[in-house]
């Protein structure tokens, strides 16, 4: 882990009148997307408020024994280098297929030109990637769990 990530959440409990030792929260950092281009401006993007939400697959979180995001959780969003660039809050949690995710949930994602049709065609590129290895194959009822956020820090 960088160590920014270990500052930012220090700096982050301090402003809540806590410390690692005293908090009840728990430490959780990521970078978005599988490739440096696109995490290091997916985190640009959340700072700047613009990106409110992802949408990873479901079964990426099966395939790999991982919890779902909750309501509540917080995270440090770091760049491709692991350098953090924030904290956000979940707010919303919501398992979709992929064929129903809505416009109003792609715009909130933030990238490319905002449509569903963008957001679609980027999506299922990046699902082949995601669940390369796996027992899972992309098809268009495929879990997509839609994560909403908001920047806190």
């Given amino acids: 882990m960088h160590a920014s990530v270990e500052a930012m959440w220090r700096s982050f409990l301090h402003s809540r009148g806590e ?8 430490l959780s950092s990521f970078h978005f997307c599988d490739k440096e281009h696109d995490a290091d401006l997916c985190a640009r993007l959340v700072v700047a408020g613009v990106k409110r939400a992802t949408s990873p697959s479901l079964w990426f979180f099966e395939s790999r024994a991982e919890r779902l995001p909750a309501v509540g959780d917080l995270h440090v ?11 956000v809050r979940t707010t ?3 398992v979709v297929p992929f064929d129903q995710v809505t ?14 049709a963008w957001w679609r065609r980027v999506h299922w590129e990046y699902y082949a990637r995601e669940l390369s290895g ?16 908001e920047r806190i820090w």
């Fill in 19 to 26: 410390t690692p030792e005293t908090s009840q929260l728990r």
């Fill in 92 to 94: 919303q949690v919501e």
């Fill in 134 to 149: 796996t027992q899972f194959e992309r098809r268009a009822d495929m879990p997509i769990v839609c994560e909403r956020f």
């Fill in 103 to 116: 416009e109003e949930h792609a715009a909130a994602e933030g990238e490319g030109d905002g449509t569903l």
């Fill in 77 to 87: 969003i770091t760049n491709w280098a692991g350098e953090a660039q924030c904290v």
